[in-house]
C-alpha cells in the first residue's frame, strides 16, 4: 500500500502521523504550509476540495477528515491493536470518545484558538472566548474522571481514541494544571515514541 500524508507540523495531520507512526507504516510527506496559503493552490484543492490538512492518499485514492483517517487506520491495518473490534464491549467506549474527541472536546478548543489567537482583531469574536473556555473546561472534567483509574481511555489499553483526544489536549497545556490527571495523561502519550512532538514541544 503507498500512502502519502499531506502535511503541515502541528497541523490535524499529526494524529495521521502519530497513526502511522504508531503501526509502524510506510509513508511518504508532502508538505503544505498553511501560513503561505498553500492550501488554496490549485494543485492542492484538486486534492483536498477545502484546502484543509490532513489529506492522507492511500494507492492513489484521496481520504480527508483525520478523524475518519485515523480510525481508518486502526481498524484497517492488519495486526492494529489501535481499535476494538465492533463486537468487543469496549467498542461503545472507543466509538464515544472518538466523536467525543472532534465534538464535545475540539469544538470549544477550536472556538478558543480561532478567536484567541488565529482571527486578524477585526473578525475575532472575543465574547465567544469565555463561553467557549467554559465548555472546554467541562469537557476536561469529563475526561478527568476517564482516566482516573486508568492509563487510557478504552479499557485501559492504548488507542485511536487517544491520538483524537491527546491531540487537542496539547493545543491548551495550561488548562491541564487544574486537571492532574490529564496532565499525567498527557505526559504519557507524549513519552509514546511514536508521538508528534510539535515544534517547540519541550517535553
Ligand atoms: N475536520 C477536519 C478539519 C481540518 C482542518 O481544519 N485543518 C486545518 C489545519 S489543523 C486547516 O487545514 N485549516 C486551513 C483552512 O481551513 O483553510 C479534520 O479533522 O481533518
Request: aromatic share 10%.
Given at each position: 500500500?503507498?500512502?502519502?500524508?499531506?502535511?503541515?507540523?502541528?497541523?490535524?495531520?499529526?494524529?495521521?502521523?502519530?497513526a502511522?507512526?504508531?503501526?509502524?507504516?510506510?509513508?511518504r510527506?508532502e508538505p503544505?504550509?498553511?501560513f503561505k496559503?498553500?492550501?488554496?493552490?490549485?494543485?492542492y484543492l484538486?486534492?483536498?476540495?477545502?484546502?484543509?490538512?490532513?489529506?492522507?492518499?492511500i494507492?492513489?485514492?484521496v481520504?480527508?477528515?483525520?478523524?475518519?483517517?485515523?480510525?481508518?487506520l486502526?481498524?484497517?491495518?492488519?495486526?492494529?491493536?489501535l481499535?476494538?473490534?465492533?463486537?468487543q464491549p469496549?467498542?461503545?467506549?472507543?466509538?464515544?470518545?472518538?466523536?467525543?474527541?472532534?465534538?464535545?472536546?475540539?469544538?470549544?478548543?477550536?472556538?478558543?484558538?480561532?478567536?484567541?489567537?488565529?482571527?486578524?482583531e477585526e473578525?475575532?469574536v472575543?465574547?465567544?472566548?469565555p463561553?467557549a473556555?467554559?465548555?472546554?473546561?467541562?469537557?476536561?472534567?469529563v475526561?478527568?474522571?476517564?482516566?482516573k483509574?486508568?492509563?487510557?481511555?478504552v479499557?485501559?489499553?492504548?488507542?485511536?481514541?487517544d491520538?483524537?483526544?491527546?491531540y487537542?489536549?496539547?493545543?491548551?497545556p495550561?488548562f491541564?494544571?487544574?486537571?492532574?490527571?490529564?496532565?499525567?495523561?498527557?505526559?504519557?502519550?507524549?513519552?509514546?515514541p511514536?508521538y508528534p512532538?510539535?515544534p517547540?514541544?519541550?517535553?
Open positions: 500500500m503507498e500512502m502519502t500524508l499531506y502535511y503541515m507540523p502541528g497541523s490535524r495531520a499529526e494524529r495521521v502521523r502519530w502511522l507512526e504508531e503501526l509502524d507504516l510506510k509513508y510527506t503544505i504550509d498553511l496559503g498553500e492550501g488554496q493552490r490549485e494543485d484538486a486534492i483536498h476540495p477545502l484546502g484543509q490538512l490532513p489529506a492522507l492518499v494507492d492513489g485514492e481520504m480527508i477528515e483525520s478523524g475518519a483517517i485515523v480510525q481508518w486502526a481498524e484497517s491495518v492488519p495486526g492494529s491493536e481499535a476494538p473490534a465492533p463486537d469496549a467498542r461503545r467506549a472507543f466509538d464515544q470518545w472518538m466523536y467525543f474527541a472532534v465534538t464535545s472536546l475540539e469544538g470549544p478548543a477550536w472556538e478558543m484558538l480561532l478567536h484567541g489567537r488565529i482571527l486578524p473578525q475575532a472575543r465574547a465567544i472566548i463561553f473556555e467554559n465548555r472546554y473546561t467541562k469537557a476536561l472534567d475526561l478527568e474522571n476517564a482516566v483509574d486508568q492509563e487510557y481511555l479499557d485501559g489499553k492504548f488507542s485511536a481514541a491520538i483524537m483526544v491527546g487537542i489536549l496539547a493545543w491548551f495550561e491541564l494544571t487544574s486537571h492532574p490527571g490529564l496532565q499525567a495523561y498527557l505526559a504519557r502519550l507524549k513519552q509514546r511514536a512532538h510539535p517547540g514541544d519541550q517535553d
